[in-house]
């Protein structure tokens, strides 16, 4: 079945404790992204990935780090978590750049997390 | 303020009757995606426009593309429940970055 998982699905952590969302698409895709989606403000693009080793920044990357060593995979790292990324977070794939079919994107069921 | 700017931000119907949903902007966009999100899920695509003045049907949805390609709308007709959730348009900004409006919150009682 294509689809995109993400893990864990919930998370509650401290702050300054670093954590990884890990994100795994089997779709062969090229373009992975990160959302966090927050009360009013819809889907923020944290970051996103073109291909292999190719990262670009989103509207909101502060605080977040990524890597795409692996085509399948787009982990998002949080150094040192603070409150105000508490956030819903969503981990989407699509087959590429272009054709604006190509953008149309697949998303993971999303990771809640809270930063105490 | 939101690139995309989406209307209304909350929506209470029952359940037969007809309803739209905008998606507006300054800017002009090569296309523009139309997404729908469950509680407890991601958002799920429904459908790109490309051309200005494009208009696409799927079953009880009709999406609009504006001919200047700065807005878009969405139609349902007869909703039902199962047509509850958020909708969401989405478009590119640039480059590759994507930005996603606000959201209009459905809600359809039987």
């Known amino acids: 079945e294509a689809q995109v998982t993400q893990n864990p699905r919930y998370l509650i952590t401290v702050t300054g404790k670093k954590l990884t969302v890990t994100c795994s698409q089997n779709?062969?895709?090229?373009?992975m992204s990160w959302y966090r989606q927050d009360p009013g403000l819809g889907l923020r693009q944290i970051y996103y990935?073109?291909?292999?080793?190719?990262?670009d920044k989103g509207d909101v990357p502060e605080g977040y780090k990524v890597s795409r060593k692996e085509k399948r995979n787009f982990p998002l790292i949080l150094e040192s978590p603070s409150p105000n990324q508490t956030s819903l977070y969503f981990c989407?794939?699509?087959?590429?750049?272009?054709?604006?079919?190509?953008?149309?994107?697949?998303f993971g069921p999303g990771t809640r997390l809270t930063v105490t | 303020t939101q690139l995309l700017e989406q209307s209304p931000q909350f929506l209470s119907i029952q359940e037969g009757e007809n309803l739209t949903v905008y998606c507006n902007s300054s800017?002009?966009?090569?296309?523009l995606q139309w997404y729908r999100q469950e509680p407890g899920e991601g958002p799920v695509l429904l459908v790109t426009?490309?051309?200005?003045?494009e208009v696409k049907k799927l079953k009880r949805l009709t999406f609009q593309f504006g001919d200047a390609r700065k807005d878009s709308s969405l139609h349902i007709t007869a909703a039902q429940p199962g047509d509850t959730g958020l909708y969401l348009c989405?478009?590119?900004?640039?480059?590759?970055?994507?930005?996603f409006g606000a959201g209009t919150i459905l809600r359809v009682k039987s």
């Open positions: 426009v490309v051309t200005g003045g």
């Open positions: 800017s002009v966009f090569s296309s």
């Open positions: 989407a794939s699509s087959p590429g750049t272009g054709s604006p079919l190509l953008y149309e994107q697949y």
């Open positions: 989405a478009a590119r900004k640039g480059g590759n970055k994507l930005v």
């Open positions: 990935s073109m291909n292999v080793e190719v990262t």
């Open positions: 779709m062969n895709h090229e373009y």
